[in-house]
């Protein structure tokens, strides 16, 4: 038992790579919907199970946003995955520059968010978390 256990704290575990593809995919009075992707490498020869994803946005040092995203899939060894999320931005986020801040957004001007959290892999039964600290210069395709 002991052996089991400290070969599974051994286990290398993904890294956070990026934040790409990030688009607007609707926009109504109440939110910016944007969708993107979060990319992860696997360095390590282990395969392991994918649990959960949970991310914190923030814009203008303003938590914005959560992402919390289940995602049951595997993972082989030495391989780069990618986790699509969603992001509904609130539109109230943005009143205080309102104008400035949706036509910079809209008119394909970068701006910055972070994105702060974890993702959660599983491997014989342990959960290991992988942090996420990434703060993206963003330029929004429409």
Known sequence: MAFLFVG???YEVPVFDKIRSVKVH???????TLTGRAIFNNPGQ??????????????N???????????????KAYESFEIPFNIELPTEVFRKNLVSDIMNILGGREFSLQFNGELTVSKFGFNRKVPINHQ?????KM
């Open 136 to 140: 993206h210069r963003l330029k929004i």
């Open 61 to 75: 040092e303003q938590n914005i946003a959560s992402i919390k995203s289940i995602k049951n899939s595997r993972v």
């Open 46 to 59: 282990t395969t392991y199970k994918v649990k959960r994803i949970t991310l914190q946005v923030i814009y």
């Open 8 to 10: 599974c704290n051994d």
């Open 26 to 32: 609707e926009i109504n009075k109440d939110y910016v």
